[in-house]
């Protein structure tokens, strides 16, 4: 895995988790993407709270975090999985399952307390069942996860049809918006940033974590070094498959509505989040305070926008145009670099032309 | 991959499974086609069929020119918001100028397209970025200008000159004329991917990059020519949608590029390139259709269409699983396979 400084940045063509494709070139011209991504939120902020009215308002605060739990949470597995160079498409689908199965349960009498832990075990079940599709048969997780997200999302409307459960407890679905007291930060923000903590100590500081950049760089390599790479990608998916349903428990209390089309769409939300945070879709690169950050900054961007009464499909935009940047710029800052490197000494291999 | 000396030196063992693998989903298409008739006869009447091949024309098309991107190992997410915005301007066309001949707007919608593709095509090679990436990217691009320039307004039927809307329903000798687009779309398709040097470079560079690079095509320019194709078609398919429905507001098409790659992955086009063709991506688009009419024909629950839908793609990808590792046996002995 040496830096040969003479492999193009990124090969042209090259579509999805071919895990031999990296950009070591872009990561090392880059220098730390992530401290871009956490000015450019710092700087979002500021800027927003100067020039818009009422952005810089608890309750304001408050709306902004809760809209970005979902993604928040459903990234955080995400960023691991894409790290080993493989993708979860099927997250919304999973999150609108759980949703539609809560409302079921719910109708059919049993209590919450009961249904929720329930729910998990169901999200983590159909992520295992991405897991040995793509561990065990060997299929690209790319092709799996679009069938998965058919799948499930067909499910969720065969369990509740077109039909919505909206009468949750009130309880309920407003505790879960309560904010910690004496603040305008709901408390849903302390299992979040500690299951971030969890995810970020696993990824940056255990040979577990290790190992899932190793596997992304190369997975080959990674079996001979005697990583247990199919295991390993299987919990992954469990994990994943599980936390997108804790979202689904999350976005169904906050909404207080159960619907078959819950977050339908939101895979695309978080994997843009996920790779414009830094995380190359290759694989093998990429920071979890890097991806914290840029859903932060979307969110930050777009609740900014909504109240200066830009409209919400307009900010796509913003989005796409972010996303593109991020790609593009490294490899642009690499191209810049190997061609002064070019004109100062002889080329040591051909020049490169797509 | 050993898909690129399975196809050009004509292998004729792989040739036969790759035909098989074709086969296979013509017959599911015929398994359904015969159990939903043998329940309601009228499933094979005329207006039926027709209705069906109406259905399955705009998906056709898209997944034509998807197969084209995917064969190199890329990817185009961003032909839902590409159709949703030629759509839109196609309805735009017509209320500034009612008067303009069809022609005209297919080719403006079709250019538009294209223009779309140029920048996927641009990015993914030019600036060497992932093309997954750079069309998720587009995907939310596109479509913010769609709602921009529609902001909250909708184009109704009525806007839209009648010989326009004709289009939509008219046959000829009983076929609708949309379908008898998406045939030729097809029957070019297939025939400049299996008898052009080109497009048997497309089969090239999806099967190993590096080695197409190696031996001399001009991968760069390849793929942005299959990007803008891809984007001319979507604009093709947004003129075509805009004919059908003839209601148009921007959030036309919106989530349909996966159902489109869904289609291309059905009809056996491998997701990681090199192999599939334009007519298994047809077919797999006929099929994905026409489950939802036989379900209703069927009685069976509407809700249950997208599910089987996944279940279908989960078959497909499997069986192509199984025969490329019967290919990979046959040709180099029991040697190791990588996805």
């Known amino acids: 895995m040496a830096r040969d400084t003479t492999v193009p940045a990124s090969p042209a063509v090259a579509a999805t988790a071919a895990p031999q494709r990296r950009q070591w070139l872009a990561g090392s ?39 970005m739990v979902a993604i928040a949470l459903v990234a955080l597995p995400m960023t691991l999985i894409i790290v080993t160079g493989e993708i979860d498409l099927s997250v919304a689908s999973i999150l609108g399952l759980t949703s539609t199965v809560m409302g079921q349960l719910w109708l059919a009498g049993w209590p919450l307390e009961l249904i929720l832990p329930l729910c998990v075990v169901l999200g983590a079940v159909l992520g295992a069942v991405n897991g040995v599709f793509v561990t065990v048969f060997g299929l690209p997780s790319l092709a799996v996860t679009i069938g998965t997200l058919a799948l499930y999302r067909g499910l969720a409307f065969v369990v509740l049809g077109s039909r919505a459960v909206a009468d949750f407890p009130i309880g309920w679905t407003t505790g879960i918006t309560a904010p910690i007291p004496g603040t305008p930060i709901p408390w849903v923000m ?39 790479v199919e295991r390993t990608k299987l919990w992954l998916f469990v994990t994943s498959g599980a936390v997108s349903s804790l979202a689904g428990l999350f976005w169904t209390l906050r909404y207080a509505s159960a619907r078959a089309d819950n977050a339908s769409g939101l895979e695309l939300s978080v994997i843009a ?40 499909e307009a900010l796509t935009v913003v989005t796409g145009l972010l996303l593109i940047v991020s790609v593009v710029a490294p490899n642009l800052v690499a191209m810049a670099k190997r061609r002064l490197k070019r004109s100062t000494a002889p080329p040591s291999a051909p020049p490169d032309r797509a | 991959m050993t898909t690129v000396d399975r196809v050009a030196n004509g292998e004729s063992a792989a040739l036969r499974l790759l035909r098989a693998r074709e086969l296979g989903i ?13 329940a309601n006869p009228r499933f094979l009447s005329g207006q039926s069929l027709r209705d069906l091949l109406l259905g399955a024309t705009i998906l056709t098309v898209l997944a034509i020119g998807q197969t084209l991107v995917i064969v190199t190992r890329n990817v185009d997410l961003s032909v839902g918001s590409i159709l949703g915005l030629t759509a839109f301007a196609t309805g735009k066309l017509f209320l500034a100028a009612p008067d303009t001949p069809i022609l005209v707007a297919i080719a403006v919608g079709a250019a538009l397209g294209a223009v779309c ?10 600036a060497r970025v992932p093309a997954l990436v750079v069309t998720l990217g587009t995907l939310y691009i596109y479509r913010g200008i769609d709602h921009w320039w529609a902001a909250g307004q909708q184009i109704n039927a009525v806007d839209m000159p009648r010989a326009f809307l004709r289009l939509g329903t008219a046959t000829v000798a009983g076929v609708p004329v949309l379908a008898l687009v998406a045939v030729a779309v097809v029957v070019v398709a297939g025939w400049c991917l299996s008898a052009y040097r080109s497009g048997r470079e497309l ?15 001009p991968v760069g320019r390849r793929v942005f020519l299959a990007f803008v194709a891809n984007g001319a078609l979507a604009g093709l398919a947004g003129v075509l949608h805009a004919a059908r429905f003839g209601t148009l507001d921007a959030t036309v098409g919106t989530g349909l590029e996966l159902q489109v790659i869904a289609a291309a992955v059905v009809g056996g086009v491998a997701i990681f390139g090199g192999s599939g063709s334009v007519y298994g991506a047809a077919v797999g688009a006929l099929l994905l259709t026409t489950i939802g009419t036989s379900l209703a024909v069927l009685r069976v629950n509407p809700f249950w269409q997208r599910a ?32």
């Open chain 1, 29 to 67: 011209a880059l220098g730390g993407w992530d401290l871009t991504v956490v000015v450019a939120v710092v700087l979002t902020a500021a800027l927003a709270a100067w020039l818009v009215e009422g952005f810089a308002r608890g309750s304001n605060i408050g709306f902004l975090l809760l809209d």
């Open chain 1, 190 to 228: 302390i299992p979040l940033t500690l299951l971030a903590l969890v995810f970020g100590v696993v990824l940056h500081a255990t040979p577990v974590g290790r190992s899932l950049y190793v596997m992304g760089a190369n997975a080959e390599a990674a079996r001979f070094a005697g990583i247990a």
């Open chain 1, 273 to 312: 989040a996920v790779l414009l945070g830094g995380v190359s879709i290759f694989g093998g690169r990429g920071t979890l305070p890097g991806v914290v950050a840029a859903v932060l900054l979307l969110g930050t961007i777009r609740n900014a926008l909504q109240l200066a009464n830009v409209s919400a």
């Open chain 2, 26 to 38: 013509v017959l599911a298409l015929a398994l359904l086609f015969g159990v939903t008739a043998a």
């Open chain 2, 117 to 126: 593709g140029v920048v996927n095509g641009g990015l993914v090679a030019a």
């Open chain 2, 203 to 217: 089969y090239a560079i999806g099967s190993d990059p590096d080695a197409a690079r190696l031996s001399g095509i």
């Open chain 2, 308 to 339: 089987l839908v996944g279940l279908l793609i989960l078959a497909a990808i499997g069986l192509d699983r199984v025969l490329a590792v019967r290919i990979d046996r046959r040709l180099r002995g029991s040697g190791p396979h990588g996805a």
